[in-house]
T-cell receptor, first 110, second 110 residues
């Protein structure tokens, strides 16, 4: 079983819909990252969380440390949000390594 | 802005060839990483380096080696390329928590 699980694996939405992508993990962490990868593009960091909630524009990320769960929400989705969204966790301790989920492929149709 | 560059976006090599993938970062980060990304498997860590001449194996180091002679440059070497090394290779650098990714090199081994 993967230490980081994302759901759903694939998601198709209509423009304007509210979208939620979930991430569950089974290890102790010091931080959780949400990353975005457009087709053929590099990976960019959206959020880094260790507790609570962060918001940037139409994107909101939340984390519940006790439940070992995080969600990424996109409000008023747009076709340019179509991408792979990846959850990654940094384990507690001195290591700087990340453990990655397998990603959620989001397609937002006009 | 942090810039991580990779020597090639696309590369085609033959089985048995020695392959060098180069990664350069311009932010004096101590930590650098090499990943491969395959459909359904997500990003997997091949090797990472936390200082010049220091390296540690990641989750899938077999068939790869690395070199870090200067802080800004981290090279991934495929000693004898095989078809199962066809993949997208991503480099990242990190000061501590957040990782900054390069654009990726799509390597095809024929």
């Amino acid at each position: 079983k993967n230490e980081v699980e994302q759901s759903p694996q694939n998601l198709t939405a209509q423009e304007g819909e509210f979208i939620t992508i979930n991430c569950s993990y089974s290890v102790g962490i010091s931080a959780l990252h949400w990353l975005q990868q457009h087709p053929g593009g590099g990976i960019v960091s959206l959020f880094m969380l260790s507790s609570g909630k962060k918001k940037h524009g139409r994107l909101i990320a939340t984390i519940n440390i006790q439940e070992k769960h995080s969600s990424l929400h996109i409000t008023a989705s747009h076709p340019r949000d179509s991408a792979v969204y990846i959850c990654a966790v940094k384990k507690g301790g001195a290591t700087n390594k990340l453990i990655f989920g397998t990603g959620t492929l989001l397609a937002v149709q006009p | 802005d942090v810039k991580v560059t990779q020597s090639s976006r696309y590369l085609v090599k033959r089985t048995g060839e020695k392959v060098f993938l180069e990664c350069v970062q311009d932010m004096d980060h101590e930590n650098m990483f090499w990943y491969r990304q395959d459909p359904g498997l997500g990003l997997r860590l091949i090797y990472f380096s936390y200082d010049v001449k220091m390296k540690e194996k990641g989750d899938i180091p077999e068939g790869y080696s690395v070199s870090r002679e200067k802080k800004e440059r981290f090279s991934l070497i495929l000693e004898s390329a095989s078809t199962n090394q066809t993949s997208m290779y991503l480099c990242a650098s990190s000061p501590y928590n957040e990782q900054f990714f390069g654009p990726g090199t799509r390597l095809t081994v024929l």
